[in-house]
């Protein structure tokens, strides 16, 4: 249950690495000549677009968890929210870092409340308190890591390092760990609940 609970926080190590990567990419990329000029307009919607385009992943992600699961859920969205890092590591105007951070902020939407849901799900009663701070917990991890690679990588490979080391083994480890067991009750799906409770 604990590392369920461990890797399910994976998004939202994602989610510190996309609210910490413009501060430290920006005065980067004004200087970088392998794209378009970034003005002070394009960096404030560098840096803003990730918390607007999220409103829609937040109204989204309800309904995404009720349809699938926590589980498949987390494991669904971390492939386009890999893709999306990958737009901005690859990006050779401004108009693709755009499309990058907006859709990572979709995506960041619909999976911020997930851990939470699924490492509480999954817990017994008497751990559940302490596997509910976990995501919160990886968020902080998520934006030190960005500080800690933005500080010796430059902005393309700090994208990518932010798609790989939280997306990959988010993806990998929702492929083998149980779905949430209160869901598969919800759904009727009684004999699955049981086998994700041993």
Known sequence: QIAAAVFASLSSVSIGFITAYSSLTL?????????????TRDSGWIASLPSISSIVGSLLGGIVMDALGPRMTLMVTA???????????FANSVALIYVGRLITGVFLGIFSPVPQVYATEIAEPSIRGMMGAFPEA?????SLLCYAFGSVVDWRWLAGISALVPSLPLFVSMVILPESPQWLTKKA??????????
Do not use: M, Y
């Open 79 to 89: 492939v386009p929210c890999l893709l999306s890092w990958s737009f901005i590591a």
């Open 27 to 39: 005065p980067q990329l004004r200087n970088d000549t392998s794209i378009d000029f970034v003005d």
């Open 138 to 142: 990886a968020v902080a991890l998520g």
């Open 189 to 198: 799906k009684l004999n699955e609940a049981e086998k994700s409770l041993r």
